[in-house]
């Protein structure tokens, strides 16, 4: 995004007119004439003076209202605390053994920048245990005359989130569908995970409310031989958890809920990732398990 500039160049008419010398009668003939025409011109020359005046005057003004450009305010001013955008009854149903495991992340500012993440680990001895990790994590965007408003910052960014959850390494069955009823916008990722710990169902859930970009990570796995878990109930789970952060966005900045299509209009992130902030993290095999992160963290 680049700042645009304006230039003005005056043009300036140079005339060389080239007149012959003519002779002394003609010279006296044209005397009085001239003086004629000299005091037309003198006499109307303060209207013309006024007339052009005006135009030029209009034409600053436009320029200077042109050289500095405004852009739309954003629609958010500040996020909801992360670890309290989802319901209990959700918590439990995503991470069962884990609804006070609720690890925020770092930020500088928590109103541009927040995450939460939990992990649950269901013990089952000889029969195996069930790994579940949530990430929830929002970034909000500001307007700013040089990249634009917020709302088009947080587009790209959203894109960018999308493209990442469909490009994980080590990634099989990849696919992505568009999601309606939450957010502006919202994309659907789902794939699998070949793991040294067991084969891990991972669920991506990007939305993208005004100028705000919730990204939900959700992933499980069947560990010490328990059965992987239910693609299609994980994305259901996340896909809920996405609308709850969506509507707990518009309610922090005055709003109604805004998990449908249509965003709030009450005025007032970062990708999942190892403490809510950037990078990627794995998840254990064992009683560690409950503290690790999912490996499909989304990028900032």
Request: glycine content about 10%.
């Amino acid at each position: 995004m680049s700042e645009g500039t304006m230039q003005r160049a005056d043009q300036r008419d140079q005339r060389d007119p080239r007149v012959k010398r003519p002779n002394r009668a003609l010279v006296v003939a044209a005397a009085v004439p001239v003086m004629f025409l000299a005091a037309a011109c003198s006499s109307g020359s303060g209207s013309s003076a006024d007339a052009k005046e005006t135009p030029a005057g209009d034409s600053k003004s436009a320029t200077s209202a042109s050289a500095s450009p405004t852009v739309q305010p954003a629609a958010y001013r500040k996020l909801p605390e992360a670890c309290r955008v989802l319901s209990g009854r959700t918590l439990e149903e995503m991470v069962p053994k884990g609804t006070k495991s609720a690890k925020e992340g770092t930020s500088s500012d928590v109103s541009r920048r927040a995450g939460c993440s939990w992990s649950s680990l269901d013990n089952n001895g000889v029969k195996g245990s069930q790994f579940r990790w949530l990430n929830v994590s929002l970034l909000r965007f500001d307007s700013d005359a040089s990249r634009g408003s917020g709302d088009k910052q947080a587009q790209g960014y959203y894109q960018r989130q999308v493209q990442d959850a469909r490009s994980v390494e080590g990634a099989r069955n990849t696919k992505s569908a568009p999601l309606a009823g939450t957010g502006d916008e919202a994309t659907s990722v789902r794939y699998d995970l070949k793991k040294k710990e067991g084969s891990f169902k991972q669920e991506t859930v990007v939305t993208r409310v005004q100028n705000v970009v919730v990204t939900v990570d959700y992933n499980g796995a069947g560990l010490a031989g328990d059965q992987a878990p239910d693609a299609g109930g994980l994305a259901k789970a996340a896909q809920t958890a996405a609308k709850e952060a969506v509507a707990a966005v518009a309610s922090a900045n005055g709003g109604g809920s805004s998990s449908g299509g249509t965003s709030a209009s009450k005025p007032a992130s970062p990708s999942a990732s190892k403490g809510a902030g950037s990078g990627k993290a794995s998840p254990s095999a064992s009683a560690g398990a409950a503290k690790s992160a999912s490996p499909s963290a989304s990028k900032n």
